[in-house]
């Protein structure tokens, strides 16, 4: 009887160690995928960005009509043909006006200042990309994160904000792939 009970205990010692290595693995992987996923993202809106801000910087005391116009427009789509994940790409004025967005053509008048990417970049001269709470979209009512970077001028005054939206589905899809197998539930958390 003894050694029966050392035999269940030990099987059931190697399959918790199992499990916990298991889990440990499919979390370094969940969170690979999760980081090349916003390093595209990253990497596109530093290019908007430095393609943009000299354009920016020569119409900021002009209307915007010169910066939303169809070639920032044709610009943008490329850029979102990169990014299979986002759902579109636009440009936030320095007061919270919806400069340009890939989503429609021409862009409707929408204001975005009450936004905490918006409000970040207002009070900050941080250059990283900035990842959104969990907000619904205005113009399609899906649940999302936004990603964004700053427009900032020659000297470092805001111009604005570079920003993407990915669907909450995007993620879903990427765990959900993995909570079939092992039953499992993930926390994606933000700082």
């Known amino acids: 009887v003894m050694a029966i009970g050392l035999t269940i205990w030990g099987l059931r010692s190697d399959a918790i160690r199992d499990a916990d290595t ?26 908007i960005r430095e393609q943009l801000e000299p354009k920016i910087q020569s119409t900021q005391n ?9 070639d920032i427009y044709a610009f943008l789509h490329e850029r979102l043909a990169r990014l ?44 990283g990309i900035y990842i959104s709470s969990l907000l619904v979209n205005r113009v399609s009512g899906t649940r999302m994160m936004f990603f964004s970077k700053r427009l900032s001028g020659a000297n470092n005054e805001f111009l604005g904000v570079a920003v993407t939206g990915i669907r909450l589905t995007h993620f879903e899809s990427i765990y959900n792939s993995i909570t079939r197998l092992r039953n499992q539930s993930f926390l994606m958390l933000r700082r």
Do not use: C, M
């Open 62 to 70: 002009d209307a915007n009509p010169q910066i939303g116009n169809r």
């Open 84 to 127: 299979t994940q986002a759902d579109f790409v636009a440009l936030v004025d320095r007061n919270g006006q919806l400069v340009v967005t890939t989503r429609l053509w021409p862009t409707p008048e929408a204001n975005f200042s009450d936004r905490d990417y918006f409000k970040h970049f207002k009070n900050q001269t941080d250059t």
């Open 22 to 47: 298991d889990t440990g693995n499919i979390a370094v992987v969940l969170s690979e995928q999760l980081a090349r996923s916003i390093q595209s993202v990253d990497i596109t809106l530093t290019e």
